[in-house]
């Protein structure tokens, strides 16, 4: 099974800065077709998961620009350029390249 | 829009049955590959089944294999997932989940609580 490790397990983000998480899979994302099937989901405490973006970068409709996604290979970041008040609870990084589907640990954003 | 709303849990004892049902709105459900995703009690996110068009194909987490059961009915938009042999360990809150086109799991239902206790 593909290991997702995510780091940090917490930030605690002043309003309007900046928040990075990073994501490692044991093994390459990279599927036989060429695509990497990384996304990134949010969850608010009570409420389910949503997905905030796919196959790296792509982020789905509605989510706000302030959040984006980048790497390759193993290695991932998710980055907010400037934290809101609704963006805090816990995100998760979740490949679906290869079953088993794995989610990473989890990483709590709150705000400082 | 689309909606997903589970139905089907509670509580059971351990070795007991259940059968999670999903009904989807918003979108013909004959179109989708749909994932069961499980959440324990203050824990992270696990994955436990899938469910393809074609065939249908089930994939089973090692975890629940030979116990759990996905299936599906098209007429209906429904899925269900058939639980036997309940353990303490499959306590969670089990949701339903839209498998969109290239491995996105763009829509979750609100989540069934299942509690596995004596």
């Known amino acids: 099974d593909i290991v997702m490790t995510q780091t940090p397990l917490s930030s605690s983000v002043t309003l309007g800065q900046p928040a990075s998480i990073s994501c490692r899979s044991s093994?390459?994302?990279?599927?036989?077709?060429?695509?990497?099937?990384l996304n990134w989901l949010h969850q608010r405490p009570g409420q389910p998961p949503r997905l905030l973006i796919s196959?790296?970068?792509s982020r789905l409709s509605g989510v706000p620009d302030r959040f984006s996604g980048s790497g390759a290979g193993t290695d991932f970041t998710l980055k907010i350029s400037r934290v809101e008040a609704e963006d805090v609870g816990v995100y998760y990084c979740?490949?679906?390249?290869?079953?088993?589907?794995?989610f990473g640990q989890g990483t709590k954003v709150e705000i400082k | 829009e689309v909606h997903l709303v589970e139905s089907g849990g509670g509580l059971v004892q351990p070795g007991g049955s259940l059968r999670l049902s999903c009904a989807a709105s918003?979108?013909?459900?004959?179109?989708?590959?749909m994932q069961w995703v499980r959440q324990a009690p203050g824990e992270g996110l696990v994955w436990v089944a899938r469910?393809?068009?074609?065939?249908?194909?089930?994939t089973y987490a090692d975890s629940v294999k030979g116990r759990f059961t996905v299936s599906r009915d098209d007429a209906r938009n429904t899925v269900y997932l058939q639980m036997n042999s309940l353990r303490a360990e499959d306590t969670a809150v089990y949701y339903c989940?839209?498998?969109?086109?290239?491995?996105?799991?763009?829509?979750w239902g609100q989540g069934a609580l299942v509690t596995v206790s004596s």
């Open positions: 989940v839209r498998n969109a086109a290239e491995g996105a799991f763009d829509y």
């Open positions: 918003g979108f013909s459900l004959r179109y989708y590959w």
């Open positions: 469910i393809t068009t074609d065939g249908p194909y089930t």
């Open positions: 093994q390459s994302l990279v599927h036989s077709d060429g695509n990497t099937y």
């Open positions: 196959k790296i970068s």
């Open positions: 979740m490949q679906t390249t290869q079953s088993p589907y794995t």
